[in-house]
């Protein structure tokens, strides 16, 4: 199992385990959380891009993660990210570069992943 | 002269006694922060609401105003605006919600501002 | 009308356009803020110290003022805020500082407030 | 030697290493960190929970795992752990969720541990 | 009186009653904050240059105020201090530059106020 | 491959990938990054030691371990840096200490690795 598979393991199976023991207050956050990058008048790339944006600043990896692979399901490009990267870089400052690497490392296996199961025809 | 006039010449007079005195990484610094949100792959309304959503969670009132300027100005709606702010107040928590508060005013005050003078048939 | 009603009057006002304006997630964010400090296995006093804790080490002047009030409406002595000002300041360090002094600043208005009102033979 | 084995022993090796080679300040502040948490006009449970609540909103595992530690020792219950993670989360916004996501974890590895202990008759 | 002294006031008045109310800790807290600025191995001009560079990245109006006046007093001069603020500006990116412009436009009072005073033959 | 020299590693390879792939804003960044260290009024000892404070009390391990190397490489003794230690306790708190233990952790790692090195007649 590889880094981006035991991650998201990790993340569901903790994510049960909060909504399972979590008070009303919680399940409803998650609820808005999930709700509040669906297309509305801005579109869903936008929103993912956006959220990315917050979490580089707030040098958060594993929202900057999620929204890497939510930024790229809604069809978001390298180039798109690396602009992204550049208004979280000037807002938040060097700081933000220890994130960024790790960001760019995991672009990158993401490419990678996407690259090798288009390669089989399918993005499943 | 009003708050935002007022706001507005600090920020202008402070800008440039820093860039009188600044070295020159500070002047370097304030030519990129201005070119990181230009139109590139991403359109400048989109990257003024992403810069807008950074600010809101770093919870900076002036970098948050600017901002809101900057996104009316390339033709963010109102409605744009409150998705930016969800998304925001969802990643930052309930301390965005006093930056929020001023937000709004600060939005409605702009709205007037517009109002007015598009009443006088002119935006300049 | 003093800067506590001033406060007051704002933050009702800014609310208020808020709600109106705002979209679902932002509307049921506000729902959970409110129930997230009633009442549950823990006592309502308790939560707003910990909001108070919270809102010190965030360094959120206006969150800090509402949990005060809310604190003292559920009781809470001098002596249990200091203590929560306590563990804020040791947690978060001397930058806390200045809140605190506005926090305490703040306490003491809403100390004569109370003292006042209680003179006159009611809370209301 | 287990993830908290390690991690205790880490932790207390270094706190070795900076006591014995810290300034007078240095060694003040830990006299004072330690301080903080006693038992005073509030228990030592509800400043735990406190101090468990100021670690979420600012993000550090290493004082979120010491809080739920202490915190347990005190005898905090699930349900009281669980509705300081709510004022966090609405306090903090969803960047505090991996941070749950692991405090959940730490939590119940700790559970585990305590029940095998209790099974055998002692807590030690 | 002007805002310098307006801001003393409040700082002294506040601080002596945090200290008379406070606990033990607090005053603790208090004795190590003032004495981790004092000469040692480093000299107390580049402990305040670094408590700047701190507040600054914290984004702490008031701890920036503070340290630049200590840092006048220690002979720190323009020239070091804008040095300072460039590794505050890019470490902190660009939220920093709000606090940059209010601390640009404090040392500038602050010189006038050393100016009329040295003028006046006389620091006291 | 150590620790220090895998953490290099990857330091070096994302960074390339970054310049390659990078933005003029993020390059430009890149650039006046490294520059703002750079010997001016102040020598590039203090400005490491600046950095430092401001990258622990932004509780940025990376960042830490960073300065510690160009640090140490300015000359910097083990005195000095806990002097800067100190300051950056005093300014962010508790919450510190957990990034404190990992520094030390790895000034005590690079001290071998100079003992090692220096044993060995030489520092290249």
Redesign the interface.
């Given at each position: 199992m590889g880094r981006y598979e035991e991650f998201t393991k990790?993340?569901q199976d903790?994510?049960k385990?909060?909504l399972e023991?979590?008070?009303?207050?919680?399940k409803?956050?998650f609820?808005?959380?999930e709700?509040?990058?669906h297309a509305?008048?801005?579109d869903a790339k936008?929103?993912e891009?956006?959220?990315l944006?917050?979490?580089?600043?707030?040098?958060?990896?594993?929202?900057v993660n999620y929204h890497i692979v939510q930024a790229l399901d809604k069809g978001a490009?390298?180039?798109?990210l690396?602009?992204?990267?550049?208004?979280?870089?000037?807002?938040?400052?060097?700081?933000?570069?220890?994130h960024?690497?790790?960001a760019?490392?995991f672009l990158?296996e993401m490419g990678e992943r996407i690259g090798a199961s288009s390669g089989a025809g399918s993005k499943g």
């Open positions: 990790f993340r903790m994510n385990k909060i023991q979590g008070t009303f207050e919680i409803r956050f609820g808005i959380d709700r509040a990058y509305g008048i801005l936008t929103k891009l956006m959220g944006a917050a979490s580089l600043v707030l040098r958060c990896d594993d929202c490009t390298n180039g798109e690396f602009e992204t990267f550049t208004v979280s870089l000037v807002v938040g400052g060097s700081i933000v570069i220890p960024l690497r790790r760019v490392a990158e």
